[in-house]
């Protein structure tokens, strides 16, 4: 008998495939649209975000 | 001193480097499983026939054990009786104490070591 | 440059977007489902009163690393945290060290939640009737929808975070003004229910491997670094706030449970709150207690994937791992590629280990880390002196809390070594192990000098 709780259990397993399938199709297209220099040109201490002055 | 120039690792390098790191990981938390010798499981102590003024509760524990889904003394004995053991060798002790400091003893002097380059490098030699 | 994409950035980093409402959900939610479960196992440890000293005692040792860490993470504003502290003040090798503990604290912790998940779900069905649920579809999905939303950017991410935070602690909140303590009719059975220290005072020192479980996660905070606005007052702001929420929410937790439940059952419990509330009597605080077990388990996975895909982008982008994991998505502004990386490594915990493994795998994993923290800001007192740096925050009593750290930490240590002395050892020699590789190995990939990315002045004695 299918009671909610096997409906349940199909629809976590559906939405996980589907969850997954977006992560997977979007890394692929990221990947094959930006070159590795501009995936990877993050640098630490770079960001605007310096604006901490180190003197007293 | 001489500005270092890192090599430039290959693709099939990294996915090395990525199982390397991987196999070390999952074997560091699966071989104590595997091997038995992970952590400490308590043991009950049986008890023939229990009841609850055998096992030490009063009657406002055994309501809340009656609550909780356990309608008799005899469902809820194992888990009222079982005892961790806290017996251990001396030796035992020693070996993790040694294993714990040799360990960070051994990273602050590899750190230190690689740290005085990265300031020499970074500031320029003294 | 870019082959093919129309107005793609030349530079893609991180996004400044987050306030310290951010920080407080961040650090709160890893923790919070520490209250919901896993805090009880040292209930069976050495009984209620140890686990209520096992609280204070941790309670003490996190309030010493919120301190420490927020005054050395109010001048280190990047991604990595204490990674990049660690990298700046002890080394490149302890950092990598450092590193290695955040993720699989994080990830360990995340498997946790996600096992509770799935646990929670067979309760649930079992209530209503339903026997033989399959737990996995559950686990995998918690998994997949954090990251996904993880993925899909760090403000949403965040937000949602806050959100389900606020109701979990709240519903802690409810359930003891509701069972009203202080009342005659509260079901509260404090006087009968108490024994004595069934273990002596051993048990008490054994109660402190899960005392941690109160509190653990918390240091995460910092891994929001390079998101966060106002990075100098957000992080010791949000932290400090965070830690004092714990403190609260731990004590009434304690009460709560112990008051209701004999010991015996309390420190086997999978979802003791929840356990609570079923006591309680009322079947609405049993609903709003099972949804805020989830929603508890939720926020600490999610805020797990944000820390450790932050740590281990750190790292990549360092050099430290495979470069390919310091990839910035261009759109999402997300560590894409370590947030994915780190998905099939939680779900093979997840579906393959058991809870208290998985649990004792993080509980080590963030000691070592804690064991890092005094010797890590005594060296920066030491290297950089009050007068030397500006600091957003400076921690009081320097260095007296890094001295009850380091002591308590021991303290743990041994407390591990009574139960789970093998996986301790089996851990540490799996840390010397990737320390040689990477001292004689993967080091030679990275820049120097580069690495050092703070604008401070040259460390004293260097």
Request: proline residues 5%; neutral net charge; contains cysteine.
């Amino acid at each position: 008998m299918m009671d909610i709780w096997t409906v349940l259990e199909y629809g976590a397993w559906a939405l996980s495939v589907i969850f997954g399938a977006y992560i997977v199709l979007d890394w692929i297209k990221t990947d094959s649209t930006y070159s590795e220099e501009v995936l990877t040109s993050s640098r630490e201490g770079e960001l605007e975000a310096m604006t901490e002055q180190h003197k007293l | 001193m001489a500005k270092y120039i890192p090599p430039v690792q290959s693709k099939i390098g990294q996915l090395i480097d990525v199982i390397v790191l991987l196999i070390l990981a999952v074997g560091a938390l699966y071989i104590p499983l595997w091997m038995g010798l992970a952590g400490s499981s308590k043991v009950p102590v049986p008890m023939e026939n229990p009841t609850w003024e055998a096992l030490g509760q009063n009657p406002t524990m055994v309501e809340q054990w009656n609550k909780l889904g356990f309608a008799d003394a005899a469902s809820a004995a194992d888990m009222i009786t079982a005892r961790f053991d806290y017996s251990f060798s001396w030796a035992s002790l020693i070996v993790m104490v040694v294993v714990i400091l040799g360990y960070f003893l051994l990273m602050m002097r590899f750190s230190e070591s690689e740290y005085r380059e990265v300031i020499a490098e970074k500031f320029g030699e003294k | 440059m870019a082959t093919s994409a129309t107005n793609a950035p030349e530079k893609v980093g991180l996004l400044r977007v987050l306030g310290p409402a951010h920080i407080w959900a961040l650090g709160v939610g890893i923790v919070l489902v520490g209250e919901y479960m896993g805090w009880n196992f040292g209930v069976a440890k050495g009984g209620a009163f140890a686990a209520l000293i096992a609280c204070w005692f941790a309670g003490t040792l996190y309030t010493c690393v919120a301190m420490i860490d927020s005054e050395v993470t109010s001048t280190v504003a990047a991604a990595g945290g204490q990674y990049t502290q660690a990298k700046h003040i002890v080394g490149p090798l302890m950092a990598f060290n450092v590193g290695l503990y955040l993720v699989f604290a994080y990830t360990m912790l995340e498997a946790g939640n996600a096992i509770t998940v799935g646990y929670l779900m067979d309760t649930v069905a079992a209530m209503t009737g339903h026997s033989g649920l399959d737990q996995r579809p559950f686990i995998i999905l918690s998994i997949m929808f954090l990251a996904w939303l993880n993925y899909r950017g760090v403000l949403a991410t965040l937000t949602f975070n806050l959100v389900i935070t606020a109701f979990a602690f709240s519903s802690i909140l409810i359930l003891f003004v509701v069972t009203a303590p202080w009342s005659d009719a509260s079901p509260m059975r404090h006087a009968e229910l108490m024994t004595d220290l069934p273990y002596g005072w051993l048990g008490v020192l054994a109660s402190m491997h899960f005392g941690l479980w109160y509190y653990l996660g918390i240091e995460g905070t910092t891994q929001a670094a390079e998101e966060v606005r106002s990075p100098a007052r957000s992080l010791p702001f949000g932290t400090l706030a965070g830690i004092m929420t714990l403190l609260i929410a731990a004590t009434l937790t304690w009460y709560m449970c112990v008051g209701l439940m004999p010991w015996e059952y309390l420190g086997g419990a999978g979802v003791p709150l929840f356990d609570a509330a079923r006591l309680s009597g009322s079947s609405w605080l049993v609903v709003l207690l099972g949804v805020g077990t989830l929603f508890a388990t939720l926020a600490s996975a999610n805020g797990c994937i944000n820390d450790a895909s932050r740590a281990w982008f750190a790292m990549g982008r360092d050099h430290y791992l495979p470069s390919w994991f310091g990839a910035v998505h261009p759109k999402f502004r997300t560590p894409y590629r370590s947030i994915i990386f780190l998905v099939p490594i939680a779900l093979i915990f997840a579906l393959g280990a058991p809870l208290d493994q998985v649990i004792t795998f993080s509980i080590l994993s963030g000691l070592l880390e804690y064991t890092f923290m005094p010797i890590n800001v005594i060296m920066f007192r030491k290297k950089w002196p009050l007068d030397t740096i500006k600091r957003g925050y400076v921690h009081p009593f320097h260095p007296i809390p890094a001295l009850v750290l380091l002591a308590l930490c021991s303290v743990t240590y041994f407390a591990v070594f009574l139960g789970y002395g093998t996986q301790l050892v089996a851990m540490v020699a799996f840390y010397i192990v990737v320390s040689l590789w990477f001292h004689f190995w993967r080091y030679r990939f990275v820049n120097r000098g580069a690495q050092f990315t703070m604008p401070w002045p040259r460390p004293k004695g260097y």
